[in-house]
């Protein structure tokens, strides 16, 4: 043993200073060990975030966007959201119902200080993502039930396109009371599709109304009404244009934005010198938006009246390959009420299918 050793191990000083430095090397390097770890566990817990964010970024590309563009992005997105390391898109599938699964991973060879002591240079961190969207609404088409009342009034659908901020009108339904007099009102509604100043007729309902002595006999379809000793019966005939079409049938793939608007005009023709004078009851709100909280109440989706201070997303009040029942209650009565008070009534029928909307996105992963 060197002369040095012999004289340390034989030392009767008392100094423990020797003793301690080597005594702290261990407890050094579990602490330096320990900070690498710390150091690793927020990198991957940072990297997941970035992935998640970036994996559902990606989503909302066009839907022609290649996966090679879509690796592209998803690299992007990942290094402006602190990712480190690459990122790479594994999976990408839509199915026939326009579900899509994707499935990304990223991984960083993160480098560490204290662990070199046991030449361990780098640590390999990696996290993965898994996202599944659901299909989303791309196109609607609509029809009119029955539109009643003596008020004439337009109901107007409005679309903002993606990167857009001006509404555009998709489609309108117009009805003109044919004022006969009847308890209720019945009149001609008709339904457009619109493109830019193009309007379409799809759909024409026409109400006509008599007086009869009797409701014997008549046929089931037909309305009948009484007031006082007076019967009146009403039948409607509906014309469909072309004569199979379903109704106006709209394209929302390309919008990023819906709403429904109802116009009540004031004066309003509907209303005529023999039915009490031309001017809506003082108060009457001539404009009811879907969007807007303070009017979107008048607006009934299945019997179910849209609830006070709330808005409608058309995307979601649109089901997936089934009718919805919707109806307006134009301002004639107070709401809350029944769906029964409400007198223009249409079903709108929803098809979905792989969008850019963000609709329902969901991390599994």
């Not at 993502?129 to 029955?146: D, I, M, Q």
């Not at 857009?164 to 489609?171: D, P, S």
């Not at 929302?252 to 009490?276: A, W």
Request: with cysteine; charged share 15%; aromatic share 8%.
């Amino acid at each position: 043993m060197p002369q040095a050793g012999r004289h340390f191990f034989n030392s009767e000083s008392g100094s423990l200073a020797p003793i301690l430095a080597i005594a702290l090397i261990p407890m050094i390097a579990t602490l330096g060990f320990s900070l690498d770890y710390n150091s690793a566990v927020s990198t991957k817990a940072s990297m997941q975030n970035a992935l998640d964010a970036a994996t559902l970024s990606i989503t909302t590309l066009p839907t022609d966007t290649s996966l090679a563009d879509r690796q592209v992005k998803l690299q992007e997105s990942f290094a402006a959201n602190s990712g480190q390391g690459t990122a790479k898109l594994d999976h990408f599938v839509v199915a026939a119902d326009g579900t899509a699964t994707i499935n990304a991973s990223a991984g960083f060879a993160m480098p560490t200080n204290f662990m070199q002591i046991a030449h361990i240079p780098t640590v390999q961190i990696g996290v993965g993502s898994a996202v599944v969207k659901r299909p989303a609404l791309v196109e609607a088409t609509f029809k009119v039930n029955k539109i009643s009342g003596y008020w004439d009034k337009t109901m107007t659908l409005y679309g903002t396109k993606f990167g857009e901020t001006l509404a555009n009108k998709l489609m309108k339904i117009s009805y003109v009371h044919n004022r006969y007099g009847d308890p209720k009102g019945y009149g001609t509604a008709s339904v457009y599709t619109i493109n830019g100043s193009t309007e379409t007729l799809a759909q024409k309902q026409v109400c006509t109304t008599t007086t009869v002595t009797s409701f014997y006999g008549l046929p089931t379809t037909t309305i009948t009404q009484t007031s006082g000793n007076t019967k009146y019966a009403t039948t409607c005939v509906n014309t469909m244009y072309p004569a199979t079409g379903a109704g106006a049938v709209i394209d929302v793939s390309l919008m990023d934005k819906l709403y429904l608007e109802m116009k009540i005009p004031n004066p309003n023709p509907g209303l005529g010198l023999g039915l009490g004078g031309g001017y809506l009851p003082t108060g009457t709100k001539t404009t009811l938006r879907s969007d807007n909280t303070a009017t979107s109440n008048r607006l009934y989706i299945d019997s179910v009246e849209v609830g006070q201070g709330k808005t409608v997303d058309i995307f979601t009040a649109v089901p997936c390959g089934q009718p919805s029942v919707q109806a307006w209650e134009d301002g004639g009565n107070t709401v809350p009420a029944p769906v029964s008070n409400a007198d223009f009534f249409y079903t709108v029928t929803g098809k979905c299918a792989f969008n850019k909307r963000p609709s329902e996105t969901v991390l599994i992963q």
